[in-house]
């Protein structure tokens, strides 16, 4: 909204600030190459584009890729919090296009973001491993495995395998190590944990700057976590409020981490993972399911930045 404009504004006034937003706005120019050009200095040119705003001559309009709804991304990031949120178009409705929209898409904001530096948690699943297979940016960064995995003839390769060849892909290092997601007690998760090559690989999850999981639903076929454990296990866990996992971490419907878990997972905590920088969350899969369990975990402080499709996106800006 234009504001009202200063005591004695001429139209001549308003032309030259016009001008000078044209100038600076649209064809790239300095303050100083503007002043120059003008005759007049690049501290009237400051004035002008101030006032060229405040008189509502210069409108800023962003536009985002026709792949994207920008409009549903930016309802999720206000409405939960969000660093960032976006919502791609899939080429279909198959749960498996979703998947590869939702993997290719968050593949390319990690090329984009990802830093030298960066220690960068990956999680392990179907959407992980394709995004994996899309990375091919040098990245030379650190992939560190966020924990442990339960195989599965749906996902290509294990834990170990996908940090390695997200490492191998972008020309890293990484941090592996082998064992199971959940074991049966806290005594066995204790001893692997202790195990020299768990141990050295787990404390590097302290030192976690970015970290890609994936938002699984408490319903089987939809959490790995939830398929690592006997069906009697995975009720009780319902009936006490989970509703989401993220990486092994437990969430309930108002995102707060539901004990019963945490003490037979060999990985990422949740406090590790509030301390990351940044959490890409990756959700895809049967609307649904996933639509309370991505609102749960938007709501959890997990993470900071979601990538999702249309379907869910508005199944979860529906829920109450």
Known sequence: M??????????????????????????????????RDLGISRFKVARLLTEAADAGLVQIRVLVPPSVDGELGEALRTRFGLRAAYVVRADGDSVPARRRAVAQFAAGLLEETAL?????????????S???????????????????AL???????????LVRRAAEATGSTAATFYAPLAVPDAATADSLRSQP???????????????????GAWRPGESTALDSLDAGTGAHLARAGVVAEVTGVLVGA??????????????????????????VAMSCGDVAARAPATA???RSGLVTTLVTHTELAREVLDLP
């Open 116 to 128: 030298p530096e960066d220690v960068v948690g990956l999680a392990w699943g179907r959407t992980v």
């Open 151 to 161: 195989p599965r003839p749906d996902v290509e390769g294990s834990a170990v395998d």
């Open 254 to 279: 108002d995102g707060s981490e539901v004990p019963g878990l945490a003490d037979r997972v060999v990985g990422v905590t949740g406090e590790q993972l509030r301390r990351a920088g940044d959490v």
């Open 197 to 215: 090559e768990i141990a050295h690989a787990l404390a590097e999850l302290d030192t976690l700057t970015r970290a890609v999981v994936s938002v």
């Open 2 to 35: 234009a504001k009202a404009l200063a005591r004695g504004t001429t139209t001549s006034g308003l032309a030259l600030a016009a001008a000078v937003a044209q100038r600076f706005h649209l064809e790239g120019r300095t303050k100083v190459d503007i002043a």
């Open 130 to 148: 394709q995004l994996v297979a899309a990375l091919s940016a040098p990245l030379r960064t650190r992939f560190v495995q966020l924990a442990g």
């Open 296 to 298: 749960a975990v938007l």
